[in-house]
């Protein structure tokens, strides 16, 4: 079952920033560069949205107005339309079920929220669904990292230190001590690439810092 991120909403983007020392921000501009290169003015969609941080780099890069954001959180979604004002378009919806007709964006995006999907094959069929043939998807995730050396650190930081700055910055321990268990049971590297290549798509992956970040990129065929 999925987190309930109304909770955490109002120290979403602080913790965030926090956690991956501002490295999420550059992690978000590349992914955003790849998936709209040599297309003008792409019609983007960020499912998952949350605050709309992916969101907003598809509108700065010059993504069509207005880049829709779809999550389920109402109080995140706020959050998204407060940065974009109207150039976003904020919907409550299940990205399980996305509201859209077939083939309707040029890229599809999503943020560090694919690993709270219930059902991960359904929300990766719709969102392949609403992307146009030829069109671009970027999914960027948080992984375990694959050298033995560097799990113990990894480790330490994300089941002791994280779960304890969410305690003591959002006043909710529950939420951060999800988050690495999340991670650590969500699909990685040549597995998601495989999941994803099911789906028809023409897929990459990029390691960013050691691994402990992945950057799937995708061509509908």
Known sequence: ??????????NYDRLNHLMTFGMDRYWRRHGVRWLTRGQ????C???????????FEMYRVGAAEPVVCVDLSQKMLDIANDKMSLEAECIVADAEALPF???????VGCAFGIRNFVHLEEG?????????????????????????ML???????????????GERIAHNREAYTYLPESIEHFPKGKV???ILSDFGLEVRQRKLFFGVCRMYLSIKS
Do not use: Q
Request: with cysteine; glycine share 6%; charged share 30%.
């Open 192 to 194: 998601m690439k495989k």
């Open 151 to 165: 799990r113990p650190f990894y480790n330490l930081y994300t089941r002791h230190v994280i779960p304890w700055i």
């Open 1 to 10: 079952m999925a987190y309930d991120f109304d909770k955490i909403a109002d």
């Open 45 to 55: 969609i960020d499912v998952a949205s949350g605050t709309g941080d992916l969101a």
């Open 40 to 43: 003008w003015r792409p019609k």
């Open 101 to 107: 007709e077939d083939s309707c964006f040029d890229c």
């Open 124 to 148: 990766l069929r719709e969102m392949v669904r609403v992307l146009k043939p030829g069109g671009r998807m970027m999914i960027l995730e948080l992984a375990t990292p694959d050298n033995p």
